[in-house]
């Protein structure tokens, strides 16, 4: 089958009226599309899906009009329309006319729905066009290359907002309570970035960017939660236009929170949808984490508005343009806005994240051919958006930031308002630094996987070598190479050696003037590669931890124990190696250390568990006797942040029955004072809470959930409801994953959470089993699949035989390799059981060190 559109006929402006019916969920749509026959045709052939097409006719260029018939393809989502006589090749204009649905899957032209303060139901329509749903919301040319201008009018009732891409050009009474809304025409660009949204919205004050207007709208009762989002993004948009040398493209920009939203946000020209954990925040009462997401996003989708929708990819393969792009451009926007917050280091844990998809065998480039749209759906991974935002900033580093700054704006300039691919971006960043870049970045986007550095002393120096990495053995990975910008740092005797080099395919000998002390192989931390030291440089590395950088310390404990995980170091070392670090004081690394306890906690044997309890107290408790339980005045955000995820640990993962006890008490003083808690810690209460709660507590956490203030508040009771160990309480909160009482677009990950805690998994798997049908039909596609990362927390070798059999029984496709991935994830940590679980349950067994001072 072909999955292009034939290029006979293209459109290049549609002028689209649209009258949807919130109540009866329908709408009804009238569009005139500018098109250029090539060649006589007497069929059209453009993209819809769930509508029906009343009448197409086609005004000629030389005043004829040809009445046409359509029918609809509802497999492959087209509609074909036939013509008694050939239409001549030149300028036309096609009109149809057609209705459609309001749909309830969080995709096209569908319904939100909200309850008020006073518990009446409301309905907002809203679009969710990426990557091929535009052509449920009107016949279209759905494809990114075929870019148009849009002349969008909306008829809606009065008292309701309505808003899309651009500015209101006016907006007239038409009787019967009804408005006709007509939008400003939209700059040249793709059918997935068209947007409408009506509802009763309300709006904060435009803050000026320039000439530009900056919004924030939310359903009634939300606007005091806009300030932070206002502020990131007054600071993004400005800090964007200084970066890329171009003014924003758009005529104003609106960032709306919707309450049922698939994905994290969409980034629609001018009209940036988000869901509301997003972008409305209470930065008095949320936690550093959860604002720093609202940072994140917003600043991640203002950075498309220039990537993605000023330029965009010329096919879906080229989607990590956009994404990678975006993320890049992201933290380069938050770490400017927020030095303190040290973004650049938190990003590591992004990357390690991406690297532990990318060391499976069944990973993929970053960038492959993609014949049918459905296959880019899973490029919207941590693959796209974190290994490909992790090699540019690779780049970035070996070119240095104004020449990869030159490239960009070269890269832009060139391609504004059109399509570009991987190759127009090499040209424009080879054009700035005058360097080979393809041969450098094409191992990178165009070949799975990443490189391993091995690092063995040599003379007085060291040798550099490398091989692919992978958890499992994999055929031909020794032979496997890239071109790695690395940089080196040693201290040797009166001083440092810092020096860039290029490991390409042969190994390396770098001399160095006496033997160093210590070596760091991935200096900075910003190359998208593993190392393994020798075990003699390993020791003297972590001999000298306080002389590293946080993420240079952070990459030390994530490579330890990918390589345990790849069987390239007893696990048992590695926890030992654990020990060297009870006076970390980076949250990253902490976030490393107790990530990789909670993955041993899931492989070992249930009477191991209270040892690795005991373990994991051992780690932490020093850590936290020095932050205590109380925000300090002088203490940064981050400090904050890291006295709430040891004291999550602690409670949870080391079930520190005085901790619990503790966290119980400061729970109840926040009931009476909600100031007496600081906003990083209350969080990790809640989850203490609910790990050693029972019934009374599960009761009050469901009635916070329900009548949540803010959206974080929402999301951490609800979370929370999945983190109770007694099996009645588990069970209710496996029915509300079905029966309606948790947003679609939040179920799955709940589901998520209860498959991947070792109190739950086993009941949330029955019931995966079981419900999974009810899962397929109710949850937004994009999240399905995410559900189901959560069988990789059934570590032993009967689940991973069930959960074989149960997705070849039941034939579930999700799509890319997605599935692949899961399992051999599973594999992954079941084999490491198999290997490891009789030695890790000796080295447990023994009492823990006491603490290295
Ligand atoms: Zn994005």
């Known amino acids: 089958m072909d999955y292009r559109l034939p290029a006979t006929v293209v459109p290049s402006r549609y002028d689209i009226r649209l009258e949807p019916d919130l109540e009866a969920a329908t709408f009804a749509g009238e569009e005139t599309v500018a098109i250029t026959v090539t060649v006589p045709v007497t069929e059209i052939v453009l993209n819809a899906a769930e509508l029906s097409i009343q009448s197409a006719s086609v005004a000629t260029a030389d005043g004829m009009t040809v009445e046409g018939s359509a029918t609809l393809d ?140 900056l919004r924030v709208w939310c359903v009634p009762g939300k606007l005091h939660l806009t300030r932070f989002a206002l502020e990131i993004g007054a600071f993004s948009l400005d800090y964007f236009e200084r970066y890329y040398g171009m003014p924003y493209p758009g005529d104003k920009l609106d960032m709306l929170a919707i309450p049922d939203f698939a994905a994290g946000a969409m980034e629609n020209l001018g009209a940036i949808t988000y869901r509301e954990t997003a972008l409305l925040v209470d930065e008095t009462a949320a936690s550093h984490t959860e604002r720093e997401r609202v940072a994140d996003v917003v600043a991640h989708e203002v950075a498309h508005m220039w990537f993605g929708d000023l330029v965009t990819m010329l096919w879906w393969n080229g989607i990590w343009l956009n994404e990678a792009f975006a993320t890049f451009m992201e933290l380069l926007a938050v770490d400017a806005w927020k030095p303190e917050w040290n973004r650049w280091t938190t990003f590591g844990v992004s990357r390690a994240a991406a690297m532990g998809v990318d060391g499976l065998v069944n990973t993929r480039p970053i960038e492959f051919e993609v014949r049918a749209p459905r296959d880019c759906e899973a490029m919207f991974d941590l693959l796209t958006y974190e290994k490909g935002g992790s090699v540019l900033r690779m780049l970035e580093q070996y070119l240095s930031g104004d020449v990869f700054r030159g490239g960009v704006r070269l890269y832009l300039e060139r391609h504004r308002f059109g399509n570009a691919e991987t190759t127009d971006l090499w040209e424009a960043l080879g054009d700035a630094s005058r360097l080979p870049i393809p041969e450098v970045m094409n191992g990178w986007i165009f070949r799975p996987g990443y490189p391993l550095v091995i690092v063995e002393p040599e003379g007085t120096g060291v040798k550099l070598s490398q091989r692919r990495f992978t958890y499992l053995p994999s055929e031909g990975a020794d032979t496997e190479r890239w071109q790695i910008p690395l940089r080196l740092r040693a201290s040797v005797k009166r001083g440092f050696v810092d020096k860039p080099i290029l490991l390409g395919n042969e190994p390396l000998s770098v001399s160095l003037p006496a033997p160093p002390e210590w070596v760091v192989a991935n200096a900075g931390g910003h190359g998208f590669y593993r190392v393994q030291y020798a075990p003699p440089l390993l020791k003297k590395l972590t001999g000298a931890l306080k002389k590293l950088a946080p993420i240079e310390r952070f990459n030390l404990v994530s490579d330890a124990f990918a390589l345990a995980q790849g069987a390239m170091m007893p696990a048992a070392d590695y926890l030992d190696l654990t020990a060297r670090f009870v006076e970390e004081t980076d949250r990253n690394v902490w976030t490393a250390l107790i990530g990789s306890l909670g993955y041993v906690n899931r492989l070992i044997a249930d009477d191991s568990r209270p040892h690795l309890e005991a373990l994991v107290r051992q780690r932490v408790e020093g850590a936290v006797e020095r932050l205590g ?189 997605t599935l692949e991935q899961y399992l051999e994830q599973l594999r992954i940590a079941v084999r490491l059981q198999e290997r490891e679980a009789a030695g890790l349950a000796a080295y447990l067994a023994k009492p823990p060190r006491p603490p290295r001072r």
């Open 629 to 817: 339980w109380e925000a300090q005045p002088d203490e940064d955000e981050l400090a904050r942040q890291l006295r709430g995820d040891l004291l999550r640990a602690l409670g949870t993962l080391g079930n520190d029955q005085a901790v619990q006890e503790r966290a119980r008490a400061f729970y109840a003083r926040y009931r009476e004072d909600e100031s007496a808690v600081d906003a990083n810690v209350l969080p990790a209460l809640i989850a203490i809470v609910a790990a050693a709660g029972a019934e009374p507590e599960y009761e009050e956490f469901l009635q916070r959930f329900k009548a949540a203030r803010t959206p974080q508040e929402e999301q951490r009771y609800l979370y929370a409801l999945a983190g109770f160990r007694q099996p009645e309480l588990i069970r209710r909160t496996l029915e509300k994953t079905t029966n309606g009482e948790v947003r679609s677009q939040d179920a799955p990950f709940l589901m998520r959470a209860l498959l991947v805690g070792v109190h739950s998994r086993g009941l949330a798997w029955e019931y995966v089993k079981a419900n999974w049908q009810t899962m397929a039909r109710q949850y937004p596609g994009s999240a399905y699949r995410r559900l189901y990362e959560g069988v990789t927390a059934l570590v032993s070798p009967e689940w991973e035989q069930d959960v074989k059999a149960f997705f070849e029984t039941n034939r579930i496709v999700l799509g890319g390799k």
């Open 74 to 213: 509802e497999a492959a989502e087209r509609a074909r329309l036939l013509f008694p006589s050939p239409i001549p090749a030149g300028e036309h204009r096609l009109t149809l006319r057609f209705t459609g649905i309001l749909n309830d899957r969080l995709h096209g032209f569908y319904r939100s729905t909200y309850k008020d303060a006073a518990g009446a139901s409301h309905v907002i329509a809203a679009t969710q066009f990426e990557a091929t749903d535009a052509r449920r919301g009107f016949p279209c040319w759905d494809e990114p290359a075929l870019k148009a201008v849009f002349g969008v009018t909306l008829v809606v009732p009065e008292r309701l907002a309505v808003i899309s891409n651009t500015r209101v050009v006016s907006e007239t009474p038409t009787g019967a309570g009804k408005k006709t809304v007509v939008f400003a025409d939209s700059i040249r660009m793709s059918t997935y970035l068209v947007a409408f949204v009506v509802g009763e919205l309300e709006a904060t004050p435009p803050v000026m960017v320039g000439p530009t207007p």
